[in-house]
């Protein structure tokens, strides 16, 4: 959909820092691809949602994130 092309150019031109929430779940709970299948939509989504609010407590409130797919949805 293009969140992670436009993320880092909006940044820029907001002179500030950017992150990626799918890059985040990767590094903190593993591959999506097999997460899901392996506990369940319903288990993505809240995990994915912990990953959200970890990376927003830790970024500066200045930051662009680049959100799942779907995110809104849950």
């Known amino acids: 959909a293009g969140k992670s092309t436009v993320?880092?150019?909006l940044a820029?031109?907001?002179g500030v820092l950017w992150a990626d929430l799918d890059a985040h779940f990767t590094r903190s709970v593993g591959d999506v691809?097999?997460?899901l299948p392996?506990?369940?939509?319903?288990?993505?989504a809240a995990a994915n949602v912990e990953c959200y609010l970890a990376l927003a407590r830790a970024a500066d409130p200045a930051t662009?994130?680049?959100l799942s797919?779907?995110?809104?949805t849950y």
């Open 64 to 66: 662009v994130l680049a």
């Open 7 to 9: 993320a880092p150019l």
């Open 38 to 44: 392996a506990y369940g939509y319903p288990a993505y």
């Open 33 to 35: 691809d097999a997460f």
């Open 69 to 72: 797919s779907g995110f809104m």
């Open 12 to 14: 820029e031109r907001l």
